[in-house]
């Protein structure tokens, strides 16, 4: 574990999530980049070759954001709770996001449970086809002879 020294918690080497220089009474403190506070970032002019990973024990994405100097204790609790939360939600067990992989397996089930979006609807739609098709034919045997439709 590395000792907390004076740049334990020392973020002055960083760039904020903008670009933009930090005023004299400010710092930048880390920030999980949520999908909460994506959008907010974004109208804020958020550079993306400014987010970090950081592995703990899965990838976060982290930005920098400029915060009043002092309190820094309490920063970086919220910040660990925040990535808790995140990593929490992110590889919740019980969520619908399906991988990359998963997707591709399902696609190639034979047991049609799985949906393969380059697939052809040609096959549907001949069936939806032949059906209006013999429904028009009983019909019109209909019209003929009653006994024939």
Same mark, same amino acid.
């Given at each position: 574990?590395?000792?907390?020294?004076?740049? $334990?918690?020392?973020?002055?080497?960083?760039?904020? %999530?903008?670009?933009?220089?930090?005023?004299?009474?400010?710092?930048?403190?880390?920030?999980?980049?949520?999908?909460?506070? !994506?959008?907010?970032?974004? !109208?804020?002019?958020?550079?993306?070759?400014?987010?970090?990973?950081?592995?703990?024990?899965?990838?976060?994405?982290?930005? %920098?954001?400029?915060?009043?100097?002092?309190?820094?204790?309490?920063?970086?609790?919220?910040? $660990?709770?925040?990535?808790?939360?995140?990593?929490?939600?992110? $590889?919740?067990?019980?969520?619908?996001?399906?991988?990359?992989?998963? %997707?591709?397996?399902?696609?190639?089930?034979?047991?049609?449970?799985?949906?393969?979006?380059?697939?052809?609807?040609?096959?549907?739609?001949?069936?939806?086809?032949?059906?209006?098709?013999?429904?028009?034919?009983?019909?019109?045997?209909?019209?003929?002879?009653?006994?024939?439709?």
């Amino acid at each position: 574990m590395a000792s907390k020294n004076n740049n $334990y918690r020392n973020f002055g080497n960083r760039k904020a %999530f903008n670009n933009r220089p930090c005023k004299e009474n400010e710092e930048l403190v880390p920030v999980a980049l949520t999908e909460e506070l !994506r959008p907010m970032l974004k !109208r804020a002019g958020l550079d993306w070759n400014n987010v970090e990973t950081r592995h703990m024990p899965q990838p976060v994405p982290v930005v %920098f954001v400029p915060h009043a100097k002092g309190n820094m204790d309490n920063v970086m609790k919220c910040f $660990y709770k925040e990535v808790s939360r995140y990593l929490q939600h992110k $590889y919740e067990p019980t969520s619908d996001d399906l991988s990359l992989d998963e %997707f591709m397996d399902n696609m190639n089930d034979d047991n049609e449970a799985g949906f393969d979006p380059t697939g052809s609807t040609e096959a549907l739609d001949d069936t939806v086809i032949l059906a209006d098709l013999l429904n028009a034919l009983i019909e019109d045997l209909n019209h003929i002879d009653t006994r024939y439709g």
